[in-house]
T-cell receptor, first 115, second 108 residues
Framework: DSGVTQTPKHLITATGQRVTLRCSPRSGDLSVYWYQQSLDQGLQFLIQYYNGEERAKGNILERFSAQQFPDLHSELNLSSLELGDSALYFC??????????????FGPGTRLTVL | ELKVEQNPLFLSMQEGKNYTIYCNYSTTSDRLYWYRQDPGKSLESLFVLLSNGAVKQEGRLMASLDTKARLSTLHITAAVHDLSATYFCAVDYDKIIFGKGTRLHILP
């Protein structure tokens, strides 16, 4: 158990809908990362937050948005869902992020299926 | 655009043998990561490599980084079945780019 929690574990929805994925980092970790893993695209980095501020942005679509709240949990919002958005979404947390060498701890993931 | 290439993509090997996974990248980078993923599971961070010549070891796994050659290697020594997994390298260049992963299958 990494100490990172993600909810829900599974999500099945229809095209055009909007969903919210939630991530709670390990206690004390300030940085949260979001990743997408699919058979087509492989592993992709979406976005990183550090202490509430966006730190780095990857291949995150405009239909997707994220934020990190004062209590350091993070939410990833996916809207106008398409079939191709079906994937595993992982979040990870680390103590500091940025230029440090601290380890990322990954949550169990949310499996999103868009029908 | 930064590209990260891993090879081989699939590797089946006998227990007790040594082997190396290669990770080439196309642009100067600040950091290089190695991750492990077991089937149906999440990712586990193995190593973070920062500087040229960096070498890190954990058990039977050793990772190294040559920034001049833009090459990192993950060396497996005397493989055991428990090391069967998919291994990813990732390069941090203002955003993190992953390789396609190397699926390693170690035969008992």
């Amino acid at each position: 158990d990494s100490g990172v929690t993600q909810t829900p574990k599974h999500l099945i929805t229809a095209t055009g809908q909007r969903v919210t994925l939630r991530c709670s980092p390990r206690s004390g970790d300030l940085s949260v990362y979001w990743y997408q893993q699919s058979l087509d695209q492989g592993l992709q980095f979406l976005i990183q937050y550090y202490n509430g501020e966006e730190r780095a942005k990857g291949n995150i679509l405009e239909r997707f948005s994220a934020q990190q709240f004062p209590d350091l949990h993070s939410e990833l919002n996916l809207s106008s869902l398409e079939l191709g958005d079906s994937a595993l979404y992982f979040c990870a947390s680390s103590a500091r992020g940025g230029t440090s060498t601290d380890t990322q701890y990954f949550g169990p993931g949310t499996r999103l299926t868009v029908l | 655009e930064l590209k990260v290439e891993q090879n081989p993509l699939f590797l089946s090997m006998q227990e007790g043998k040594n082997y190396t996974i290669y990770c080439n990248y196309s642009t100067t980078s600040d950091r290089l990561y190695w991750y492990r993923q077991d089937p149906g599971k999440s990712l586990e961070s193995l190593f973070v490599l920062l500087s040229n010549g960096a070498v890190k070891q954990e058990g039977r796994l050793m990772a190294s980084l040559d920034t001049k050659a833009r090459l990192s290697t993950l060396h497996i020594t005397a493989a055991v079945h428990d090391l069967s997994a998919t291994y990813f390298c990732a390069v941090d260049y203002d955003k993190i780019i992953f390789g396609k992963g190397t699926r390693l299958h170690i035969l008992p």
